[in-house]
């Protein structure tokens, strides 16, 4: 069974680059038809697609959020990462991995989570 763990801090200032692993265990982030995902969840507000990285190492990121945000991988480490650049206190959430079946938009359709870190955007 594939467990996904989140770390990173829980508290960046604003201005600053939010950076954020997620470590697999129990399958591969290479293995077809995968997809690894990062949301988050904003107080009091809907969970949301931040973007996704496929199994052949493909992303896809969410329009709004494009222009300051990365998504990459090592393999090797069989982890994948979250860059999210000069964030502001809208940026504060909890911060989920997930895996799913297809590269989606759609937070639904990821079936594998971790657990969530909490990231705090303040000086």
């Known amino acids: 069974q594939v467990q996904l763990q989140e770390s990173g801090p829980g508290l960046v200032k604003p201005s600053q680059t939010l950076s954020l692993t997620c470590t697999v265990s129990?399958?591969?982030?290479?293995?077809?038809?995968?997809?690894w995902a990062w949301l988050r969840q904003p107080p009091g507000k809907a969970r949301e697609w931040i973007g996704h990285?496929?199994?052949?190492?493909?992303?896809n990121i969410r329009p709004s959020l494009k222009s300051r945000t990365s998504i990459s991988r090592d393999t090797s480490k069989n982890q994948f990462s979250l860059q999210l650049s000069s964030v502001t206190p809208e940026d504060t959430a909890v911060y989920y991995c997930?895996?799913?079946?297809?590269?989606?938009?759609?937070?639904?359709?990821?079936?594998?989570w971790g657990q969530g870190i909490q990231v705090t955007v303040s000086s």
């Open positions: 990285i496929g199994y052949a190492g493909n992303t």
């Open positions: 129990g399958g591969s982030i290479t293995i077809d038809p995968y997809y």
């Open positions: 997930a895996r799913g079946n297809f590269g989606t938009s759609d937070a639904h359709l990821y079936t594998s």
